[in-house]
């Protein structure tokens, strides 16, 4: 499920200071729809269900239902929807590092780059961590990253510099994961109750359900973007801080929701 869903704008405040803030915000709810679905068929419904990071929520998924039903998945399979999850983070920080990031240095994106990535990181492909590694190293010979964080803002700086480490960090984490290191887990909270953990392109991606006679009866998904916009979130105080559209940019691409954004330019006023 993709589309257009957070809403920004501009508002003056009464000493006239401009500050960004979100005026619409509705991220995808698959909860409802996996209610009541047979268990063995709602990992494959959740990747269905998902336009982006499409891996993980079905690895958080397999492994949330595993835990809840007392099964293990067999470990072949495990390690090939792991691996999926790991190149799924790489993908989406790659394109972003040579499409938008370099759109915001003013620089016209890289579109063979971002083929190049496709290619190397293509769904049902074989993990090729020699292939992403030269990748990665062909990026920074040309000195995009480099530029990036040279130009990001100093509170931002540090989102893009862990986007790219972890980038960086995906070709050794999948020659391990061929090597046979061990596979993640989820946890089981009581009878037909799973719990599961797993690391995707934006956070920490969390997924709990509760299996009734064969049957999902509950089913709930933490995900990093709709938490970071909630009440509270710090998504909300880096808007806050946002005087101008150059800014608001900036911090839209450090969050990278998993949902289209679009700022209305108008200041409203206070």
């Not at 009464?14 to 909860?31: I, K, L, M, R, S």
């Not at 009878?191 to 991606?205: D, F, I, T, W, Y």
Request: glycine share 10%; with cysteine.
């Amino acid at each position: 499920m993709t589309g257009l869903r957070l809403r920004l704008g501009l508002k003056a405040g009464a000493q006239g200071q401009v500050c960004a803030h979100v005026t619409e915000a509705v991220f995808p709810a698959v909860e409802g729809l996996l209610r009541g679905l047979p268990a063995g068929r709602a990992a494959q419904a959740v990747r269905r269900l998902h336009g982006l990071c499409r891996a993980a929520q079905g690895l958080c998924a397999d492994l949330a239902l595993a835990a809840a039903m007392a099964t293990d998945m067999p470990a072949s399979d495990l390690r090939a929807v792991t691996g999926a999850a790991l190149v799924e983070i790489a993908r989406e920080t790659g394109l972003r590092l040579c499409l938008d990031w370099a759109a915001l240095l003013g620089e016209a994106p890289q579109v063979e780059a971002a083929r190049a990535l496709m290619q190397v990181t293509r769904e049902g492909k074989v993990p090729d961590p020699d292939g992403l590694m030269g990748w990665i190293a062909a990026r920074g010979a040309e000195g995009l990253p480099a530029r990036v964080l040279a130009a990001a803002p100093a509170e931002l700086a540090p989102a893009f510099a862990a986007r790219l480490e972890t980038l960086a960090g995906i070709p050794a984490r999948l020659a391990e994961l061929a090597a046979g290191c061990p596979l993640p887990q989820g946890r089981r909270l009581g009878p037909g109750h799973g719990e599961a953990s797993v690391e995707c392109a934006r956070g920490r991606l969390v997924h709990q359900v509760r299996v009734e006679h064969g049957q999902i009866v509950e089913y709930r998904i933490d995900a990093p973007s709709a938490r970071r916009f909630a009440p509270g979130g710090d998504a909300l105080a880096l808007l806050a801080a946002c005087g101008d559209a150059r800014a608001v940019d900036w911090t839209m691409q450090a969050i990278d929701p998993c949902v289209g954004w679009v700022l209305d330019p108008a200041v409203e006023a206070n």
